[in-house]
């Protein structure tokens, strides 16, 4: 790899948003009943797919020559899937962070709403600011009230300002202050009500992400397995996702691999590839699964 | 003293270290439960070992099976024949097995046997259970099993309208809201008009000894038998013109064909369904896994509405009277703002059902979808493996490891990721251990996946012929209630 490429940081971040925006539509074409469930760690799984890339295109024109009805443009979107679900996760869990403490900032404003409707009392009382107005203030109670009094306060001061000359122990300073308390208490006080539904909207947005990203990824391992039978290299050009010795026996129920134009010599028959997948060879089904002396942990 | 204990399978301490048998006692369910683990962990077996063990304590289950799965239950064969496998031998085989179907039934039953005798099952337990259970599928919508008449409570008077008029108010406010969502209106009974209007319609009919179906209510529409609804005139309240538009609607609903369905077959009463027959200890699984999501949402909806009825009608209790179990409620449980049909009552079963004796347990592979309110009255915990960090942190904020510290929450979380499939982190509120390894036991139900609508009524032909048990036919004549017909009466 060139210096230019390793020291290169423009880049990344761009190719992840842009291949999420390209891919959009297609993932919102993804019909609700065919999602997938999120099941893996999706940083995981996008850093081994990505290190994997460069070993799966090197069997590219391997497949176009053997499997020439082979969706060749779904295997060249891989790379794009994997950026794209990458960058949606990213978004899920952006949402998914909790928000600036709604308790810590209405401590704070409660402390300055103290300060001002106590400053305030007394501009009242020298008749310097409308002293019916203090009394229209909503209360300390309820967040929203907070910030409604908070900007009220901030607002009944500066409208007379200029008149108070050094009558006043309170600084502009505090008024902004105090309208910044009020206006981040509003915003943490709708994030917390939208949040619910924000996350909805970004986890959705992965699983579609997801689907696209696992159901791509399965066709490039399917494949792989296909070409590779006899050197059983499958794992070393695209990894399993899901860790060695995991795999379930159910997929032997996945979709029939891609038919190859012409049967290759050195290759398996697609009936060997299902047969040997469906019966495991005792390779990857886990030993006395239910029994009483099964073990509980993977990879023990 | 409650001694009744389920023997769901063995533990281990967290280390996976020596253990031994796992046994529930039945009362710490009255605080509900919740499972929760990804694809292939073993919810679905652990539910089953769960209705399975609280049948064997005589305690009646109510299932709601979304995925299909559930109706398994018919299929806990009183042998180990390899005989009693060989209908399903096909849909066990692979698709590319070109064994003969009894060879394959042999090799399955094998397996039982061997997976059943390591939990010291044999033949005398699967009899014995097979003949102190009665299992009843209903699919509302479907003939697969028995069909569900869903607004019983509207259409057929119930004698509650006598000895409990609050709780028969309350069912025949849930089918209301039924009909009107149907109807695309607002179903609120607090603040829908139709809603209101509706209601008093019905209830006086009801009040008055006669049924209140929708073409009777049509009717009333027409040529209202009362002037004031409330404090004021009911044209008012609701003016000639939007009953006619009401009226209309509900004629459109009652002439379609897909409706006829819906108002066919048992009668939706949970007291009855949950009471023990000649001997039998019930289990109800109510299938909705052959409708689409907005009809099941609505079906469970009333379901659950007059489960929570059923349940406030019940005298308080410590022990665990009956429970329900609700297999993937992903979707139905939502947190705020979505609102579901049915959240309102399994959120009121989950605050308030302990107190009657009436269990709740909810298994999800998205504990992110969870209200926080359910997760935080759940007294057992089972996990299984979860391999998303964010499902991770939502179950051990869940549990409220906040006293026991990070460093057991961050020790958890590792153990969740790295869990074999069918055992579970499960964690005990009543039980001074704290969170033990779990693993569920063999079910004693041959499980066969998710069932067709094919597969379920073959199921329960041969449930019915080889436990003697009557036939309930929905017949959706005249009256539409079921009709019971013994095996030895055909």
């Known amino acids: 790899m060139s210096q230019s490429n390793v020291t290169d940081v423009s880049g990344p971040v761009p190719r992840f948003r842009d291949a999420y925006q390209t891919l959009l539509e297609e993932m919102r074409a993804v019909q609700a009943d065919k999602l997938t469930i999120v099941n893996l760690d999706i940083p995981t799984a996008v850093t081994t797919v990505l290190g994997a890339l460069p070993q799966i295109r090197a069997i590219r024109a ?12 779904r295997f060249d979107k891989l790379e794009a899937y994997t950026l ?25 404003g409660g402390t300055m709403r103290d300060l001002l409707v106590a400053e305030a009392t007394t501009l009242a009382q020298r008749r310097l600011i409308d002293g019916q107005r203090l009394k229209e203030l909503k209360g300390a109670n309820g967040y929203r009230n907070l910030a409604v009094d908070l900007f009220t306060l901030a607002a009944m001061v500066r409208e007379v300002w200029p008149t108070l000359g050094g009558k006043t122990t309170l600084q502009l300073s505090e008024l902004d202050q105090a309208e910044t308390l009020a206006d981040k208490l509003l915003t943490a006080v ?24 696992i159901s791509a990824y399965d066709n490039v391992r399917r494949v ?68 009483p002396d099964s073990e509980p942990f993977i990879g023990r | 003293m409650d001694r009744q204990s389920l023997h769901l399978g063995a533990w281990r301490p967290l280390d996976g270290s020596k253990g031994g048998p796992f046994r529930l006692p039945a009362h710490h369910l009255v605080t509900h439960g919740v499972v929760v683990g990804a694809t292939g962990s073993g919810k679905t077996g652990l539910l089953m070992v769960l209705v399975e063990e609280a049948l064997r304590e005589q305690i009646p289950v109510l299932v709601i099976d979304v995925k299909g799965d ?3 239950l018919l299929l806990s064969f009183p042998t180990l024949a390899p005989s009693e496998l060989l209908p399903w031998a096909s849909a066990a085989a692979s698709a590319n097995d070109a064994r003969a179907h009894a060879a394959i039934a042999a090799e399955l039953a094998e397996e039982r046997r061997r997976g ?20 009843r599928v209903i699919t509302p919508g479907a003939s697969a099993g028995e069909l569900l008449h869903v607004l019983s409570s509207l259409e057929r008077r119930s004698d509650r309208w006598e000895h409990d008029p609050e709780s028969a108010r309350a069912a025949l406010s849930a089918a209301i809201s039924l009909v009107l969502r149907l109807l695309g209106r607002d179903p609120d009974p607090a603040k829908s008009r139709e809603h209101v209007l509706l209601s008093v319609l019905a209830e006086r009919r009801l009040l008055a000894g006669e049924s209140a179906d929708i073409g009777v209510l049509l009717e009333d529409l027409a040529r209202p038998p009362i002037t004031r609804i409330g404090a004021l005139e009911l044209e008012a309240f609701f003016p000639k013109r939007s009953r006619r538009d009401l009226a209309a609607s509900l004629n459109t609903l009652l002439a379609s064909p897909t409706f006829t369905s819906w108002r066919q077959g048992t009668t939706l009463d949970v007291g009855a369904w949950l009471t023990p027959q000649g001997g039998r200890t019930p289990a109800v699984v109510v299938s909705v896994a052959h409708l689409d999501d907005d009809e099941r949402a609505l079906v469970l909806g009333v379901l ?9 009608s019940l005298p308080g209790s410590q022990r665990l009277r009956a429970l329900i179990v609700f297999d993937e409620v992903y979707g139905f449980l939502p947190p705020h703002p979505a609102n579901p049909p049915t959240k309102r009552p399994l959120v009121a079963l989950m605050k308030q059902a302990r107190a009657f004796g009436v269990g709740v ?78 693993q569920p036991r063999w079910a004693m139900s041959f499980m066969r996946g998710p069932m067709t609508r094919a597969e379920i009524r073959m199921a329960l032909g041969h449930h019915r012929s080889t436990n003697l048990e009557p036939e309930r036919e929905s017949t959706g004549a005249t009256n539409g209630q079921s009709q019971v017909r013994h095996p030895a009466q055909s």
């Open chain 1, 62 to 73: 391997q497949v176009i020559a053997t499997m020439p009805q082979f969706d060749i443009a």
């Open chain 1, 84 to 108: 794209a679900v990458g960058y949606a996760n990213s978004l899920y869990l952006a949402a998914s962070q909790p928000s600036e403490s709604i308790e810590a900032l209405a401590e704070a």
């Open chain 1, 190 to 213: 709708g994030q917390r009500e939208q949040g619910p539904a924000v996350i909805a909207t970004s986890a959705e947005n992965r699983q579609r992400a997801f689907t696209l990203f």
């Open chain 1, 224 to 291: 792989v397995t296909f070409l590779r039978w006899h050197e059983d290299d499958v794992d070393e050009i695209a990894p399993s996702l899901y860790g060695k010795g995991t795999r379930r026996k159910s997929h032997d129920t996945l979709p029939p691999l891609p038919a190859p134009a012409a049967k290759p010599a050195t290759s398996p028959s697609v009936e060997e590839v299902q047969a040997a997948i469906s019966t495991g060879n005792g390779k990857t089904a886990p030993v006395g699964v239910g029994l």
């Open chain 2, 70 to 72: 559930l109706p398994n």
């Open chain 2, 116 to 135: 059943l005798a390591a939990w010291s099952i044999g033949e005398l337990e699967l009899a014995a259970f097979r003949a102190s259970t009665s299992v």
């Open chain 2, 304 to 312: 659950l509405e007059e489960v929570v009825t059923w349940v406030r």
């Open chain 2, 361 to 438: 347990v909810v298994a999800t592979q998205n504990p992110m979808d969870l209200d926080y309110r359910a997760l935080g009255n759940a007294g057992l915990w089972c996990l299984g493996r979860l391999q998303v960090d964010a499902d991770r942190a939502r179950v051990l904020d869940g549990l409220a490891l906040g006293d026991t510290g990070r460093d057991d929450a961050n020790e958890l979380a590792l153990t969740l990721q790295r869990l074999a499939p069918r055992w579970f982190v499960t964690r005990d509120a009543h039980a001074s251990e704290g969170a033990v390894l779990m």
